[in-house]
């Protein structure tokens, strides 16, 4: 079965510092890895994503580091800001199931 | 509306009624999907249509669950004979090809009694 494991599954940060956030596949055929940030009663929505022929890309804030070999991915939230709490889906794309996500990470930066 | 849609946002229902779940997708997306997500957990996939397209119903817990999608468009989640552990917010998302980008509504909160 296609999975994608998430960790760690809740991240307290200081304000300021750097969250990381790892995800982990074993299907060789994922072809998009999207990341989702959810707030409190919304749903969730695209924040970044990253195809595997590269190895990073960084919008603002937010930086995905991709590392094809390990079969491994991860977000990094640089000078991380209360406004950044929330909940973060990791996310491979391909073969049958079409988008399959890990099971998320709870996020709190303290001020 | 230029989002996704869903109604009602709330819902409060006795074990053993049924209920409907409607998801309005945004206009002229091919593939729409709809998830499960119980508090504070992950997002649990339960089915998914690709315009004219068999559903992909593998995600579906039990036969009390059902979805249908009319016109391309509008998809209507039903459960029957609800339980307590149906509780959960049933979330909806389109997107313009398969697996692109998914636009996802603010779900239905579902609570059984």
């Known amino acids: 079965q296609q999975q994608v494991k998430q960790s760690p599954q809740s991240l307290i940060v200081q304000k300021g510092g750097i969250s990381i956030i790892n995800c982990a596949y074993e299907?060789?055929?994922?072809?998009?890895f999207p990341w989702y940030q959810q707030f409190p009663g919304k749903g969730p929505a695209l924040l970044i994503a990253i195809r595997p022929d590269v190895s990073e890309k960084k919008e603002g804030r937010f930086t995905i580091s991709f590392n094809k070999s390990a079969k491994q991915f991860s977000l990094h939230i640089m000078d991380s800001q209360p406004g950044d709490s929330a909940t973060y889906f990791c996310a491979a794309r391909g073969g049958a199931d079409g988008l399959t996500f890990g099971k998320g990470t709870h996020l709190i930066i303290q001020p | 509306g230029a989002g996704v849609s869903q109604s009602p946002s709330n819902k409060v229902t006795e074990k053993g009624k049924d209920v409907e779940l409607r998801c309005d997708p945004i206009s002229g997306h091919t593939a729409l999907y709809w998830y499960r997500q119980s508090l504070g957990q992950g997002l649990e996939f339960l089915i998914y249509?690709?315009?004219?397209?068999?559903?992909?119903k593998s995600g579906l817990p039990s036969d009390r669950f059902s979805a249908e999608r009319t016109g391309g468009s509008v998809s209507t989640l039903t459960i029957q004979r609800t339980q307590q552990e149906d509780s959960a917010v049933y979330l909806c998302a389109s997107s313009l090809v398969r697996a692109g980008e998914l636009f996802f509504g603010e779900g239905s909160r579902l609570t059984v009694l």
């Open positions: 299907n060789t055929a994922f072809d998009y």
């Open positions: 249509f690709q315009g004219n397209s068999a559903p992909d």
